[in-house]
T-cell receptor
Framework: LAKTTQPISMDSYEGQEVNITCSHNNIATNDYITWYQQFPSQGPRFIIQGYKTKVTNEVASLFIPADRKSSTLSLPRVSLSDTAVYYCLVGDRRFGNEKLTFGTGTRLTIIP | ETGVTQTPRHLVMGMTNKKSLKCEQHLGHNAMYWYKQSAKKPLELMFVYSLEERVENNSVPSRFSPECPNSSHLFLHLHTLQPEDSALYLC?????????????????FGEGSRLTVL
């Protein structure tokens, strides 16, 4: 299973763009990269998923370089409500979610 | 609101008690999961059910007993727990136990049941 490495914590000011990078050096050919967001005392919430290049939705963008050994979650113009823990997961979608592992994530704190 | 409902939201129990956590989803999903989240630790997968059959049991102690009577309901029966079992227990569901083409395999989590064992 591909192991992921993320910064433990990050701080940012409101209105700025935040980029959280995840390293996954041993990602396999069939692995996808998925990001989840978790607020205190709630379950994680799916943000975005990608395989290569760039994926964008109404919440975030995900940048994946050609070698796929890392990925960057980009949150545009963050607000206080974006304070949460962000998890990067790597896994083969063909085998469901039972093989996915949540690490310790990145604790993002937005400062007024 | 994710469509996954967990009850109770908070539970305090003694080590000799027997209690159950309940999870319900009406999203039409056919896979359901129990996760445990202890303070300052990553989420740990406990059990996975796909089409009401248990697929995965990550060496969870027998004092935790899951039950999946149908694809919409999942229970976690608790008995003779230890204080270190105090944690947030999260239920999740996903559209398919095995993700098909075009399926992100997205997990839909409930808000969790906060368990305290005295």
């Amino acid at each position: 299973l591909a192991k992921t490495t993320q910064p433990i914590s990050m701080d940012s000011y409101e209105g700025q763009e935040v980029n959280i990078t995840c390293s996954h050096n041993n990602i396999a050919t069939n692995d996808y990269i998925t990001w989840y967001q978790q607020f205190p005392s709630q379950g994680p919430r799916f943000i975005i998923q990608g395989y290569k290049t760039k994926v964008t939705n109404e919440v975030a963008s995900l940048f994946i370089p050609a070698d796929r050994k890392s990925s960057t979650l980009s949150l545009p113009r963050v607000s206080l409500s974006d304070t949460a823990v962000y998890y990067c997961l790597v896994g083969d979608r063909r085998f469901g979610n039972e093989k996915l592992t949540f690490g310790t994530g990145t604790r993002l704190t937005i400062i007024p | 609101e994710t469509g996954v409902t967990q009850t109770p939201r908070h539970l305090v129990m003694g080590m000799t008690n027997k209690k159950s956590l309940k999870c319900e989803q009406h999203l039409g999903h056919n896979a359901m999961y129990w996760y445990k989240q202890s303070a300052k630790k990553p989420l740990e997968l406990m059990f996975v059910y796909s089409l009401e059959e248990r697929v995965e049991n990550n060496s969870v102690p027998s004092r935790f007993s899951p039950e999946c009577p149908n694809s919409s309901h999942l229970f976690l029966h608790l008995h003779t727990l230890q204080p270190e079992d105090s944690a947030l227990y999260l239920c999740a569901s996903s559209p398919a136990g095995l993700a098909g083409a075009g399926d992100t395999g997205e997990l839909f989590f409930g808000e969790g049941s906060r368990l305290t064992v005295l």
